[in-house]
Nanobody, 123 residues
Framework: QSHLVESGGGSVQPGGSLRLSCVTS????????IGWFRQAPGMAREGVSC????????SYADSVKGRFTISRDNAKNTVYLQMDSLKPEDTDVYYC????????????????WGQGTQVTVSS
C-alpha cells in the first residue's frame, strides 16, 4: 500500500521560514515525481513545486520561485520543501503527491496523495 506523509507545517510570521517533509513508502518504482500542492477551502488545488527523483528535474510555480526550494533524500524516501520569505498568501493546506508523468504541476497527473499539513502565515 502506498503512503505519503507530510509534516513540518505550522504558524509563522510573514518573512519567516518553514520546511515541509514528505515521507513516501510503498510507491511503485516508476512513480518518480513528488510534487507539493496547496489548497485553500473552496479553491482549486495549486501546484507549488515538484521534483523528478530519477533525474532531479524540478519545477516551480511562478508565485514561489526564488522563495521555495524543493530537495530530496532518496535514501530516506523523503522530499523536502524549504519555504522562505513566507507571505500571508502562502497560507494553505499543503499536500505532497506522487506521479509517473514527469515534472509537471498538473494535479490530475498525480495518483497518490498525502493527508496534508497546515501552513499559516500571519502576524
Amino acid at each position: 500500500q502506498s503512503h505519503l506523509v507530510e509534516s513540518g507545517g505550522g504558524s509563522v510570521q510573514p518573512g519567516g521560514s518553514l520546511r515541509l517533509s514528505c515521507v513516501t513508502s510503498g510507491l511503485p518504482s516508476y512513480y518518480t515525481v513528488i510534487g507539493w500542492f496547496r489548497q485553500a477551502p473552496g479553491m482549486a488545488r495549486e501546484g507549488v513545486s515538484c521534483v523528478d527523483r530519477s533525474d532531479d528535474v524540478t519545477s516551480y510555480a511562478d508565485s514561489v520561485k526564488g522563495r521555495f526550494t524543493i530537495s530530496r533524500d532518496n535514501a530516506k524516501n523523503t522530499v523536502y520543501l524549504q519555504m522562505d520569505s513566507l507571505k500571508p498568501e502562502d497560507t494553505d493546506v499543503y499536500y505532497c503527491a506522487a506521479s509517473r508523468h514527469g515534472a509537471s504541476l498538473r494535479a490530475t497527473l498525480y495518483a497518490y496523495w498525502g493527508q496534508g499539513t497546515q501552513v499559516t502565515v500571519s502576524s
